[in-house]
DNA sequence: AATGAATGAGCCTTCATTCAT
DNA sequence: CATGAATGAAGGCTCATTCAT
């Protein structure tokens, strides 16, 4: 009995993960606006009905996604840097990895700021908020540790590691936008930059 | 007859300016999803036909929504800092004037960067879009002559430009989407802290 | 006082032939779909508004462009021809006229089609409709005088008469809508053919 | 499994056949301009939105019901006339099988010619177009066939069936339209006429 | 007589969602 | 669990017509 529930769970799962899937790919070709659930159902080899059995509504796949998303941003962050480089070499990996990602993927960018802007009545209840802001955190922290390993405290910490995510968020918003060509420069350099001068800063404050 | 034809195209403006106010109530109110015509001409008191007298579809008004916006950030730009001040307190100046419109306004920051995505199929023509993208760089322009005043070069000028920009807009959509409490940080103090350590980076550098 | 009145209809004539030729122009333009009455007060040099002075409505217009049209089109028969001419010679100079009055303006021909079928509430009394009815008979009677000038009584010629009206008709339609292509064929050379054809088998009859 | 596909498969093409029914019933009641799909999906007892799970778009419908019209007037077409008649006869009931069938259904001619001038946007494609046309010339084919089998040649016969078509027509628009009341005229009558003098026409010339 | 702003009803179309099967 | 037909509300937009000026 037992056996046959945890069978239909991981079925039951499965699915959904089928369905999410579907969802990522149909949001990557048609963007946040062309992603109607009957292209996604479709996507998925479903009928629009049974989108429901498995998300309450529209809005909840976000949810779903946006977590998703959280997950391989934490292992694009954990797989990056070795144990052995010093806390300069690992800032710069860790702060490297999570910028890469974004903009290697800039839907999963667009996510994460659609759920927070664009969906409020449904979809994001409070308490997925914080499990998802949890997750973010947890993939910046690594940059802090290191930053606490090259000698600041925790808050200069904190608050060195929120600079460092805000530049590199306006630099992917510009890259994404296009609005960055208007200047002529590249997003990827400009964090490098940035990221070298921190840790120059760094080194002669010590 | 000149003064009847004037009175007409007083009354005329005045009535799309009306429109435009309810389209950025409407929008503030409702997101840029929420924004319908029918929407918008309700908010102005009027019938959803009589909105394609004043504009020529939906995206136009957002066009000229934004134009009027980028207005604004120029005038709130033009009156900040004064003309004795050094490079640096200039700099200064500048920086914080168009950051802290944005920080006032932040429904302002939404529209310049829908604009440029969401919008392609009438509305945002090429041309508007250059007039637009200008207007923008006028604003942020008196920044770039304070970094050359302060010894960069032209190149060097824009790339710091840039990344200022790139910092600032970092900041804003964090504090927009709330993301930065999560951080227990605020917004215009760390602007602050990247302008003074920028400062105090290129007087060490002269 | 009468010469001021007399002033004033003429005056007025003289403008509802403006809005008259405005609407043809349009109608021409763009078909008889896209015939709004704004593009044709604009056409004019009106506003909308201005149309309802000289037109009850939308409609009332089509019945006086189609009257015109029959004035232009007997115009043309009359023109055609000569007195001198024999019988035969006449019958194909006022069959030609009508035929290729209506090749050289098929929207003429969509005029008289519209108005009887596409219209019927209001616009086309049945008043107006026996005028125009007698103007078009006015038009191909020629054709019947020289039928019976032939030989043929009252009763054949109007017979031929209406199969010699049909037999245009049909080659107008098919060359209007493109089908005639469709057999490779042209229609005033095939309208000619019928025009010899029956002439000859009167002759031979006679 | 399949039975129950194929029971689905013929549901669901009833349906449409109810939707296609239900559009040539408001066609013939209000004309083509009056033709909405509101309209449509209301005498089929559906609301707006189901019309577009049976068809593409408004367009769409029209070269269906074309296509149909089309299928039936080749059926009446095939099922005149018979095996053993003179190449004569059979002209002549073949040719009164087309005519007959849009005397009787005035609609369907109506519809041929709206869909090559009314429609172009989308909906008639040119291959649909091709498809059609291939349709109605297998419907006057017969007749092609007959007028060879008296003896005219490929180029003679097609001349003759041109005009045999544009004659029918002619007279078909007359009687639709009520011009031919006009001449005191009946259209089939004219119609005979011609189909004989045309007989009689090529067996004196054979 | 003419304006032209405004209406209101209508158009085609899309789509999240429901529910009988 | 899955179907998929159907709904209903909404979207952007057009246009003949009216009416205060």
Redesign the pocket.
Known sequence: MEAKQQRQQAL?DS?RALILDAARSVFERLGIE?????EI?KQA??????????FE???AIYGALLAESLERLNAAVDAAGSATATPADLLDAKASAWFGFYAANPRDLDLGFYLVQGMQPRGLTAELNYQLNDRLHDALRPCEAALQAMGLNAEEALRENTSLFAHGVGLLLLQHTGRIRMFGQDASMLFESYVIALVERLQRGA
Do not use: D, V
């Not at 062309?34 to 009957?38: K, L, Y």
């Not at 080899?45 to 498995?54: D, L, N």
């Open positions: 039951n699915r062309g992603a109607s659930i009957r159902a080899g479903y009928t629009p009905g049974a989108f429901y059995s498995y509504n529209k809005e």
